[in-house]
RNA sequence: GCGCCUAUAGCUCAGCGGACAGAGCAUCGGUCUUCGGAACCGAGGGUCGUGGGUUCGAAUCCCUCUAGGCGCGCCA
């Protein structure tokens, strides 16, 4: 990447000018390159003279002399200059920049790719909600979120796979349970009453109407263990086939569906418990058994096994990532949950810790509250009273391309409100369908070039030099770094605005320079831009889970 | 009480150690005989919540305070 490759240029100059005597021997801080936000200060620029400054005494502006000095040219740059306080100003070459076209139309939908991930295995574990009943708009958010990061990351190199851990145990499900098995029962005018810590949604008499339609009185006449474990697995099979019908509809696929009560049954859990035992981490007190995790700096010690025998749901989640880490190996393991899981954020680290895996592996990212709203009211959501607005609902109504831009163009630390209202409205200020239609447009004018059977594959790029071209050509080359960013950050939401930033950049390329001319050696040209604009384009929605239309 | 997140233009939000703080929407004013006007160009609008500190330099880092959110269960 070019960024890095101007860094490594200043750093060799630096030495340089230490080893020539020019500069004192002080060590050299990381170099940093940053894009000045002032055009007239070049496409790259570093402030490393102002940082050397301190230590070696003199003044940053000769510093920053005696460095350029020592660089050694390159056919990327066609100056380097030193600015006022400091700064070391990079400006790219107007023909190495319109070269850069031919590379991405060769690079084509891989354009964007990088090596740093060198093939490690990143696992990233996102939605993973309780199949108690539907996806509400508030689970969608992780779900954009984690799909994307899983995109980013593929890009920037990592062998990534996405899971859902289903929570098929505990005694949320036991309640899911009871409140099926009573629902079926009533559906069969039988005597039953709803538990009181039972879900009372609408959905779960529908699910019990369906499950009478398809198979009728089998679960009625068995005993009410038996029928609750067999009428549990049908309603948790169906429910968990909705979520995954819903996110599918959101553009949300995930490699592997992991099952909690698997963790009992394949023995992860009873190893980590004697491993955490044997470390002694592990102490019994008040008829329950706990982790100690005081002893790790934690604020208190928490449940592992309570005192009727039965594993809380911080014992299960230790297994998991036992499994995750001990068992499947992953190199990083990246876990989106929602602002309510923060309290479980501190003591898995300590697990973490505990178990021996560098913490730097373990990544956690809180997504932040959702706040639905019609136009000006706030809804209140509840999936025990079932009092929700699905995911599928939200979906039907504006669209995956929509819903997955309003989602992901927010940073995840960040509360949003989701103005259901707006997100319906398909009006011409969003945002979604003004980056989409530049995609269009360069579909429409590649579409006439070719109705007119221009043939520009022998085009010569090097004409690209008019101040719109070269904007275009610049804001293209930022994907790259943009994915590196995000591989880095953990942020996806910088696509949207680097979808914006390039949209705005064609269109105004678009309105200042005719494509389709009378000049044929400009027009070969300038198609092959056009074609390569909508090569990034594409690459960028599409890292963003959205479709790239060619017309709309 | 403790922990985490948030506070930036009228609104919704980027920026999170560098050069005059940005975008979209809204407001006002321009562009339209040509490849898709769902477009382009311009203007106004901000003591970056408060008060300290660190630094050559702070919206960005540290501390105080204020306001809002989430968490602090033998729930998940």
């Known amino acids: 990447m070019l960024k890095h490759k101007l860094a490594e240029l200043l750093a060799q100059a630096a030495t340089r000018a230490q080893q020539s005597g020019k500069l004192p021997a002080v060590t050299l801080p990381e170099v940093i390159m940053e894009h000045p936000q002032n055009p007239e200060h070049g496409d790259y620029a570093s402030s490393l003279p102002l940082k050397l400054a301190r230590a070696i005494g003199s003044n940053p502006l000769s510093i920053a002399s005696d460095i350029v000095a020592s660089i050694a040219p390159t056919s990327e740059v066609e100056r380097v200059v030193v600015a006022p306080p400091g700064f070391i100003n990079f400006t790219l070459s107007a023909g190495w920049l319109a070269g850069q076209v031919s590379s991405i139309l060769e690079a084509g939908a891989s354009y964007g790719n990088i090596e740093i991930g060198q093939g490690r295995r990143v696992q990233i574990e996102f939605v993973s909600v309780n199949p108690t009943g539907p996806l509400h708009v508030g689970h969608g958010r992780g779900a954009i979120l984690g799909s994307t990061l899983a995109n980013a990351l593929t890009a920037a190199g990592y062998r990534v796979e996405k899971e859902y851990y289903i929570n098929d145990a505990g005694s949320q499900m036991d309640a899911f349970y009871r409140s099926l098995y009573a629902r079926y029962r009533q559906c069969r005018n039988k005597e039953a009453e709803m538990p009181e810590d039972g879900?009372?949604?609408?959905?779960?008499?529908?699910?019990?109407?369906?499950?009478?339609?398809?198979?009728?009185?089998?679960?009625?006449?068995?005993?009410?263990?038996?029928?609750?474990?067999?009428?549990?697995?049908?309603?948790?099979?169906?429910?968990?086939?909705?979520?995954?019908?819903?996110?599918?509809?959101?553009?949300?696929?995930?490699?592997?569906?992991?099952?909690?009560?698997?963790?009992?049954?394949?023995?992860?859990?009873?190893?980590?418990?004697?491993?955490?035992?044997?470390?002694?981490?592990?102490?019994?007190?008040?008829?329950?058994?706990?982790?100690?995790?005081?002893?790790?700096?934690?604020d208190k010690d928490n449940v592992v096994i309570r005192s009727d025998g039965s594993p809380t749901y911080f014992a299960t989640d230790i297994a998991y990532h036992y499994d995750k880490f001990l068992k499947r190996k992953f190199d990083t393991v990246i876990n989106i949950w929602g602002a309510d899981h923060m309290g479980h954020v501190s003591r898995m680290k300590a697990v973490i810790g505990a178990l021996g895996i560098d913490p730097e592996q373990f990544k956690v990212i809180i997504s932040q509250m959702v706040t639905l709203r019609r136009g000006g009211e706030i809804v209140r959501v509840s999936k025990r009273s079932g009092d929700i607005v699905t995911l599928r609902e939200l979906v039907d109504e504006v669209g995956t391309d929509v819903c997955r831009f309003f989602f992901l163009c927010r940073s995840a630390d960040s509360q949003m409100d989701f103005d259901l209202e707006l997100a319906k409205k398909q009006s011409a200020d969003n945002p979604v369908y003004y980056v989409q239609y530049a995609h269009a447009r360069i579909a429409s004018i590649l579409r006439l070039a070719q109705e007119k059977g221009i043939d520009y594959r022998d085009g010569d790029v090097s004409l690209l030099t008019a101040e719109?071209?070269?904007?275009?050509?610049?804001?293209?080359?930022?994907?790259?770094?943009?994915?590196?960013?995000?591989?880095?950050?953990?942020?996806?939401?910088?696509?949207?605005?680097?979808?914006?930033?390039?949209?705005?950049?064609?269109?105004?390329?678009?309105?200042q320079c005719r494509v389709v001319s009378a000049d044929e050696a400009l027009t070969w040209a300038r198609l092959k831009l056009v074609e390569a604009a909508k090569t990034v384009l594409s690459r960028a929605l599409h890292l963003m889970g959205m479709t790239a239309p060619e017309r709309m």
Do not use: C
């Open 199 to 298: 879900y009372f949604g609408q959905y779960m008499i529908d699910l019990a109407r369906e499950i009478v339609d398809q198979q009728g009185d089998e679960f009625l006449n068995l005993p009410e263990k038996e029928a609750l474990e067999k009428l549990g697995q049908v309603g948790l099979d169906r429910m968990v086939g909705e979520i995954r019908a819903d996110l599918e509809r959101l553009g949300v696929t995930f490699d592997v569906w992991f099952s909690e009560r698997s963790l009992y049954k394949n023995g992860q859990y009873d190893e980590v418990i004697s491993l955490l035992k044997q470390r002694g981490h592990i102490s019994e007190k008040e008829g329950a058994t706990w982790f100690v995790s005081t002893a790790l700096g934690e």
């Open 468 to 511: 719109p071209e070269l904007a275009l050509i610049r804001k293209m080359l930022l994907l790259p770094e943009l994915v590196e960013t995000i591989a880095t950050t953990l942020e996806p939401h910088h696509l949207t605005y680097y979808a914006q930033d390039l949209a705005t950049v064609f269109h105004s390329f678009y309105k």
